[in-house]
Structure formats: structure tokens, C-alpha cells
């Protein structure tokens, strides 16, 4: 098919949707004047029913835990896949390479830098429920310290930190355990997933009850995940550097 | 306007549909498909948003603070893992598309050709 063609097609389609589109948002109730009763509900029960204050967590890890379930094992999914399809490609692992970032300034920066992001990772995992934060976006924090290592250290640094038998075992017990948590709510005779333990003060560190571990859990897998991704890649930038 | 936060969603999805079609790059490719998904992180958020309402954190608000919809904000949060999900799956199935072709132009990936 020739470029032009395809252009004119893309064009009659384009125009189509587009007007579907506009059709379809015109009658939106107009910006700022929410009509969905469902967050109200939300933000008035979390912090009562579940002692949540940070109710967007709440609906993450409590009220839609299940579909979380569902997302953490797409993401781990994605990071064995991404696995499989760059493993395949690599015969060995590579030796002998020298990336060593040579200026001490960089260096140092880096170092600072991982060792802040770790604090701050763990932090917004752990304060999930009380501030914005959470699992998910403190996962990432976290592994994004072990790329700061891989870009301003050196590679070697960064495999002696980020083994893949560091990085897999995280991320696999990390879905493990959300799975686990809401089988152990079946144990205890409760829905799949639901709160089985003391719901705390709203606003402390403790407060939300299991879900602070379902929320841990989804971070270890968030993180064991990125972990992967980021190795495979690496692995993958490092073989062609070598070549 | 007040629908014009909706449209801006329309737009950027439109935009990110013509990156694909007219990509000459796979990587480039995999960046307008982020694009797309970026049109629906505005539309949810916009969807939830409500005039003077603040962040739905009651750490340090009265309860009876006006918040905007914290359902979509957690959508919101999943669509951004999903997205990260696919855009790391489809950078690997670009490396192997260079594998087999030495080549990263869609156009030169003649197998597939209709």
C-alpha cells in the first residue's frame, strides 16, 4: 500500500472518529461539575469505614483490591515477558565490560542520589495511606535508585546490586504475597481480600489494617518488577556496547 | 468552554493515532502509542475533577472539604502501569523486529504486509 493511500484512509478514519469523539464528550456534564456519586461515597466512607485518610489508596488497595490483583500480575507478566523475548537474544552474560563513570563529581552526585531515592521510595510506600504515595509509586522510586547506580557509577556496580536473582525473587513474592493476603482473608472466613485486622487510628502510620501488607506487597512487586525490566535492558545495551 | 478539557483528550489521542500511522520508526512508534495513552489519563482526570475541590487526602482537611473523584485518580494510577507494561513489551518486540531485519522502519517489515 502506498504512503499516500494510507494516509487518505487514515484521514476519512481520523475524521470519523474524531467526529464520534466530539459528539460523544459535547454532552459531558461541563468540567468542574462532577455528577458521579461513586467518589463522593468514596471520599466520605474511606476515612470512617476503613480509616484511610488518603482515599485514593484506599479504592487501590481496599475497595478495588481485587482489580489491582489483577493489574500486579499484568505487570508481572509484562516483566517476564520482556524476559523471555531479550533473554533468548543473549547467549552469555556479558564480561569484562568497562563503563566505569570516570568523574568523582558524577559519581558522588549518583550515590547520594540512589541512597535519597531509597529513603523517599520507602517513605512513599509506607506513608501510602496517609499521604499521596503508595505501593505502586514508591515501587518505582525504588528501583529508579538502581538505575541512578547504573548511570552514575558504573555497570558493574549495578550487577553486583541488581542481580536478576535479586530482582525476580522480589517481584514473584511480591504478587505472591497480594495473592496470599487475600487468601488468608478467605481463611478467616471474610471476602477475598477483605480487612482482617485492626483498622488503627486514621492518619497514623498503622492505620488501614491488612491492607498496609497489600500495599507493601504490591511495592515489592512494582519494584521486583521494574527491576527486571530495567536489567533486561541494561544487559541488552551493555551486550551491544560490547560487540 | 467547558467541555474543552474532554476535546483536549480527542486531540491528543488523535495525535498520537497519526504518530503511528505516519511512523517510520518503531521506537517512535512505541512513544505515540504512550501518546495515546496519555489522552486517557486527561479525559479520567478531567471526568473527576470538581470546581474548588482539592485533593481527596482528609490527612489535614476537614471532612467536609469539597475533594474531586478519587475513583478516577485510581484508574488513573492503573492505566499508568498498564501503560508501562505495554510500552516495556513493545520496546523488547522492537529489539527482535531489529533482530530479524536490521531495520526499525515498520515500512521494511515486509512479512506482515497486507
Redesign the interface.
Known amino acids: 500500500?502506498s504512503t499516500r493511500i494510507?494516509?487518505v484512509i487514515?484521514a476519512l478514519g481520523?475524521l470519523g472518529?474524531?467526529a464520534l469523539?466530539?459528539h460523544g464528550?459535547?454532552d459531558?456534564p461541563?468540567?468542574?461539575?462532577?455528577p458521579?456519586p461513586?467518589?463522593?461515597l468514596?471520599?466520605?466512607l474511606?476515612?470512617k469505614e476503613r480509616h484511610m485518610?488518603?482515599?485514593?489508596?484506599?479504592?487501590?488497595f481496599d475497595y478495588?483490591g481485587f482489580?489491582?490483583m489483577g493489574?500486579e500480575l499484568?505487570?508481572f507478566?509484562?516483566?517476564s515477558?520482556?524476559a523471555l523475548?531479550?533473554r533468548e537474544?543473549r547467549e552469555e552474560d556479558v564480561h569484562g565490560v568497562d563503563d566505569r563513570v570516570t568523574s568523582p563529581a558524577v559519581r558522588g552526585v549518583g550515590a547520594l542520589a540512589a541512597v535519597m531515592l531509597l529513603v523517599i521510595g520507602l517513605n512513599v510506600v509506607s506513608h501510602g495511606f496517609?499521604?499521596?504515595g503508595g505501593g505502586?509509586?514508591g515501587g518505582v522510586i525504588l528501583a529508579s535508585a538502581f538505575a541512578v547506580v547504573f548511570l552514575t557509577v558504573e555497570y558493574r556496580a549495578y550487577r553486583e546490586i541488581a542481580t536478576t536473582s535479586f530482582g525476580e525473587p522480589v517481584e514473584a513474592f511480591g504478587a505472591g504475597a497480594y495473592v496470599g493476603l487475600g487468601l488468608v482473608a478467605l481463611g478467616f472466613g471474610l471476602s477475598f481480600l477483605q480487612n482482617f485486622m485492626e483498622l488503627g487510628i486514621?492518619?497514623r502510620l498503622s492505620s488501614g489494617g491488612s491492607a498496609i501488607f497489600v500495599n507493601f506487597s504490591s511495592a515489592l512487586a512494582?519494584f521486583g518488577g521494574f527491576l527486571v525490566?530495567f536489567s533486561?535492558?541494561i544487559e541488552?545495551n551493555m551486550r551491544e556496547r560490547h560487540q | 468552554m467547558?467541555?474543552?478539557?474532554?476535546?483536549l483528550?480527542?486531540w491528543i489521542?488523535?495525535a498520537g493515532?497519526?504518530g503511528i500511522?505516519?511512523s517510520r520508526n518503531l521506537i517512535h512508534l512505541v512513544v505515540c502509542v504512550s501518546v495515546c495513552q496519555s489522552a486517557t489519563y486527561v479525559l479520567l482526570l478531567?471526568?473527576?475533577?470538581?470546581?474548588g475541590?482539592t485533593?481527596?487526602?482528609?490527612?489535614d482537611i476537614p471532612?467536609s472539604r469539597r475533594?474531586?473523584?478519587?475513583?478516577?485518580?485510581?484508574l488513573t494510577?492503573?492505566d499508568?502501569?498498564?501503560a508501562?507494561?505495554?510500552s516495556?513489551?513493545l520496546?523488547?518486540?522492537a529489539?527482535?523486529v531489529y533482530?530479524h531485519h536490521e531495520s526499525l522502519d515498520p515500512g521494511e517489515v515486509t512479512e506482515l504486509?497486507?
Not at chain 2, 478531567?46 to 470546581?51: I, L, M, P, T
Open positions: 500500500m494510507r494516509f487514515f481520523a472518529l474524531g469523539l466530539v464528550v459535547v459531558l461541563s468540567f468542574g461539575n462532577y458521579g461513586y467518589g463522593d468514596i471520599a466520605k474511606a476515612p485518610v488518603n482515599t485514593v489508596t484506599a479504592v487501590v478495588r482489580d489491582t493489574e499484568l505487570l507478566g509484562a516483566a515477558a520482556v523475548l531479550l537474544r496517609i499521604t499521596p505502586f509509586q486514621p492518619g512494582v525490566i533486561e535492558y541488552e | 467547558s467541555v474543552l478539557p474532554y476535546l483528550a480527542a489521542f488523535l493515532l497519526y500511522v505516519s478531567a471526568v473527576g475533577y470538581k470546581k475541590g485533593a481527596p487526602v482528609f490527612a471532612s475533594v474531586v473523584d478519587p475513583v478516577v485518580q485510581s494510577l492503573t499508568l502501569v498498564v508501562v507494561a505495554v516495556a513489551l520496546l523488547s518486540l529489539l527482535k533482530d504486509a497486507g
